[in-house]
């Protein structure tokens, strides 16, 4: 069962991602964003943002990831 789109974010490109997300991971602001498998492995690096339901349309600025010590990622300070 599909969960949505995925709310990671191609600064360069500026646009959404196109796959559909499959788990939630928290944003350094301390919100849940739905993200693919692309976007949690790229978690150090990754940007997610809101969007307007299902479209490309950003209804908030982009956020960094908070990265996951699990990942062997730094913690935030």
């Not at 693919?36 to 990831?65: D, F, I, K, N, Q």
Request: net charge positive; with cysteine; glycine share 12%.
């Amino acid at each position: 069962m599909a969960m949505g789109r995925c709310e990671g974010y191609y600064r360069r490109e500026n646009r959404r991602c196109d796959r559909d997300g499959e788990r939630w991971d928290e944003g350094s602001n301390g919100e849940l964003y739905l993200l693919c498998s692309y976007h949690r492995r790229e978690a150090v690096r990754a940007s997610v943002a809101r969007w307007s339901g299902e479209t490309g349309l950003r209804r908030s600025r982009p956020t960094a990831l908070r990265p996951d010590p699990a990942r062997g990622a730094l913690a935030w300070g």
